[in-house]
T-cell receptor
């Protein structure tokens, strides 16, 4: 079967750096997405990786290793507004998105 | 104005009732999706449509049906609602399938079946 694994919950301090990991086993690979979802709201797109390496976008970076079936989302200079769930999703061989359950990130002052 | 809208935003219904959730988009995208989200689980695909004449079942289509009335409108129906269909439902659109095409989500419909 297809599987996306992420930690259920993480806690970090305002101003710090946090890394959210995602491992996947899917039928084929056509890209990996990270989304942010605030409680009770819609997911919003953060990043896309299809080749190995690091993609940087402001305070957020995303890394992919296809050989290891592994990605991480790195958030720098954490702000209270970053408290949210972070969803990892992989596009499989049928171009369907397979979603992880999400990592709830709690930011403490 | 929001690009992807959903109505209703909240709905409480009783077991056995028929209910329709509606989705409209102004993004001009051909591809539309219906997902449900349950606590502790990832988003699960119910149905998707690549154009008005193309409807496809997703991972969990049993108990649901859809209608694509126009490029901009995609409705999800629960023919006879049951309590385990209590969930947060999202509609989404995308410009393409292959490549870096993100999905744009509506605000969600919180459905409770009693």
């Amino acid at each position: 079967g297809q599987n996306i694994d992420q930690p259920t919950e993480m806690t970090a301090t305002e101003g710090a750096i946090v890394q959210i990991n995602c491992t996947y086993q899917t039928s084929g690979f056509n890209g990996l997405f990270w989304y942010q979802q605030h409680a009770g709201e819609a997911p919003t797109f953060l990043s896309y990786n299809v080749l190995d390496g690091l993609e940087e976008k402001g305070r957020f970076s995303s890394f992919l290793s296809r050989s290891k079936g592994y990605s991480y989302l790195l958030l720098k200079e954490l702000q209270m507004k970053d408290s949210a769930s972070y969803l990892c999703a992989v596009k499989d061989s049928n171009y369907q998105l397979i979603w992880g359950a999400g990592t709830k990130l709690i930011i403490k002052p | 104005d929001a690009d992807v809208t959903q109505t209703p935003r909240n709905r409480i219904t009783k077991t056995g009732k028929r209910i329709m959730l509606e989705c409209s988009q102004t993004k001009g995208h051909d591809r539309m999706y219906w997902y449900r989200q349950d606590p502790g689980l990832g988003l699960r695909l119910i149905y998707y449509s690549f154009d008005v004449k193309d409807i496809n079942k997703g991972e969990i289509s049993d108990g649901y049906s859809v209608s694509r009335q126009a490029q901009a409108k995609f409705s999800l129906s629960l023919e006879s609602a049951i309590p385990n269909q209590t969930a947060l439902y999202f509609c989404a659109t995308s410009e393409g399938v292959a490549g870096p095409y993100e999905q744009y989500f509506g605000p969600g419909t919180r459905l409770t079946v009693t």
